[in-house]
């Protein structure tokens, strides 16, 4: 959840640094609305999600030194409601979407939205990717050896696509008889803890980023010694951010151009660094290739 939330706060941003020339010319006063589409966020999280966008945009608004467009009507919705979600884009009610490849591809809104952008947790791939991993005494050595095994998964906003990954893989490499025989179970540690969690022997196996991994084994080489990777996921895109398809192709332009320009200024460089993030990348369709792969490797599994 949050990770999503930070990146629609980026649009927001992005928005207010670099305001549309052509909404302030209008005179009729024109609403831009932002979405989130968090079908599975706690209803107590509501309220302070959207006081959250709201103080965030404040603040924006405080030291850049803009103004909401002046004749525009700016505001954030999070939607639960697949129903609501799909009509208030098929209507063009909402211009701006933060949502999931899997809920994209799902809901099949090729159609409607444009992938626009997508943040990262590493400098150098817009991707994200997947390992998990064991101790090296455990004796496995391919996902063949996990039956009656616990896979620790993290519980984040990309719980959904690692699930779906593990269980195509098990799938096709155990049989629907035994792929149920590995316990996959979500998990409220960070990622480091759960590396160590399976350094120490304290649980079976863990699924974590890639990149996380790596930077753990650089930091104390001991860590790659007695770890194991035995299987990686594919290229994935998870949250990203989409518009409307005949959303302004020079706004689309200047927020994408001044995002890529962010890590080039010190004020850019502060803006990432309270999204807790490192990079922001441009999305076409082509980086969707994997993620689509595995999407229609699930859906022939269970249709």
């Not at 107590?44 to 405080?62: F, G, N, R, V």
């Amino acid at each position: 959840m949050k990770r999503g939330i930070k990146l629609l706060f980026l649009l927001f941003v992005l928005v207010l640094l670099n305001p549309l020339k052509e909404l302030t010319a209008q005179t009729i006063p024109m609403r831009v609305r932002f979405g989130y589409y968090a079908y599975n966020l706690e209803g107590k999280y509501y309220s302070s999600a959207l006081s959250s966008m709201k103080s965030w945009i404040e603040s924006i608004q405080m030291h850049s030194g803009h103004k909401l467009f002046a004749n525009s009507i700016v505001d954030a919705k999070i939607y639960s409601s697949e129903n609501d979600l799909y009509s208030e884009i098929y209507n063009k009610t909402v211009q701006v979407m933060n949502l999931t490849s899997w809920d994209y591809l799902r809901l099949n809104l090729k159609e409607y939205l444009t992938p626009l952008l997508v943040s990262s947790l590493m400098p150098d791939s817009k991707f994200e990717k997947y390992c998990l991993i064991v101790h090296s005494d455990s004796g496995i050595h391919d996902l063949n050896g996990l039956s009656s095994f616990v896979v620790e998964i993290p519980k984040t906003n990309s719980s959904k696509l690692i699930r779906s990954w593990l269980t195509v893989e098990l799938i096709e490499i155990l049989g629907r008889n035994k792929y149920g025989s590995v316990h996959l179970e979500d998990t409220s540690r960070d990622e480091n803890q759960s590396i160590l969690s399976v350094f120490f022997k304290k649980n079976d196996a863990a699924v974590v980023r890639e990149g996380a991994y790596l930077i753990a084994g650089e930091l104390n080489p001991q860590i790659r010694k007695k770890t194991s990777v035995i299987a990686s996921s594919p290229n994935l895109i998870n949250y990203f951010l989409a518009v409307q398809n005949d959303m302004n192709r020079q706004y689309c332009k200047e927020v994408t151009d001044e995002s890529l320009n962010l890590p080039l200024t010190i004020e850019g460089k502060q803006i990432l660094s309270l999204m807790k993030t490192e990079k922001i990348y441009e999305l076409n369709e082509d980086d969707f290739h994997d993620t689509e792969k595995l999407f229609n490797r699930f859906n022939k599994l269970f249709k």
